[in-house]
């Protein structure tokens, strides 16, 4: 049995969709059939919310499960199966909340390669296909040991300043640790950088101005990263109420897909099914937008 695909969803940014994208990409994939993990490794552990999950209860998280297997040397996968939560068939969960702060802390303070705790630590994870990691928005010790565990990392922005400079962000901290570790110990690939919560015509009190912004990163972007571009996220409304019931947009519809954000996340989860299940696989949970 092999291990699963990892793919971190990161920006230094925050606001930019970050958990949403992470949380749903778990749960569509889920949907699909692909045995998914979502792996919380925010301290804000709003991705365990977004789940369903209080985050506020006695949970498992990845300050409990180093300390079980690096500190104690127990089998992880027994461990690790008494760790995590399954949240909807096919979906299973690995919490985050305050104590990922502790996490981050012991990884910092092993002695050798501590870039490498988190490969060293998930190396003999099996019996998923799809790993999901939602990081914290900034360079912690964690988001270094995310990019070298991940072979795929996935970067939301918004369409403005600020969403672009934490995209580039990432990039130049991605471009110094492949100098420093070279291209055998940092494999991470980019998967496209995505574009989210976007407002495509100047209704609804949206400025021209800002319309203008949008359109000269995106054109930034296509010019510099050919072919990394993902298909917009449109905005919508009830992504902030699928959120306020803890839930996904996808479960918030009972999967009807009635929202243009639900619509979009489904067609980015059968694009990405395309490139890192090749042609994909015909599951049971196959959905049709309406």
Not at 40 to 56: F, R, Y
Not at 100 to 109: G, Y
Not at 122 to 147: P, R, W
Request: one cysteine or more; charged letters at 25%.
């Amino acid at each position: 049995m092999s291990n699963p695909i990892f793919l971190s969803v990161l920006n230094f940014k925050g606001g930019v969709g970050k958990t949403t994208t992470a949380i749903t990409l778990a749960r569509g994939f889920a949907k699909k059939g692909y045995k998914t993990l979502l792996l919380d490794l925010d301290h804000q552990g709003n991705a365990t919310s977004g789940l369903g999950i209080d985050k506020n209860d006695e949970i498992f998280t990845l300050l409990e499960l180093h300390d079980e297997v690096i500190k104690k040397k127990k089998n992880f996968n027994d461990v690790f199966q008494e760790m995590v939560t399954e949240v909807a068939e096919n979906l299973w969960l690995l919490g985050g909340n305050v104590k990922v702060h502790a996490a981050n802390n012991a990884l910092a303070a092993e002695p050798v390669a501590r870039e490498k705790q988190l490969k060293r630590l998930f190396s003999k994870l099996q019996g998923y296909d799809l790993c999901v990691i939602d990081c914290h928005a900034d360079s912690s010790e964690i988001t270094t040991n995310t990019m070298v565990l991940a072979d795929f990392l996935l970067i939301p922005l918004t369409l403005d300043q600020w969403g672009y400079d934490g995209l580039s962000d990432v990039l130049t901290r991605l471009a110094q640790y492949r100098e420093l570790l070279g291209d055998d110990g940092l494999k991470i690939k980019i998967l496209g950088f995505l574009p989210t919560k976007v407002k495509l015509t100047t209704s609804g009190g949206v400025k021209k101005d800002a319309l203008l912004v949008a359109q000269g990163v995106r054109q930034a972007l296509e010019e510099q990263f050919p072919g990394k571009l993902l298909p917009d996220i449109r905005f919508s409304a009830d992504i902030e109420k699928a959120q306020v019931n803890q839930q996904t947009i996808f479960d918030y519809e009972d999967f009807n897909f009635k929202s243009n954000a639900a619509k979009d996340y489904w067609t980015l989860i059968e694009l990405i099914e395309k490139q890192l299940f090749q042609k994909g696989r015909e599951r049971n949970g196959k959905q049709k937008i309406k």
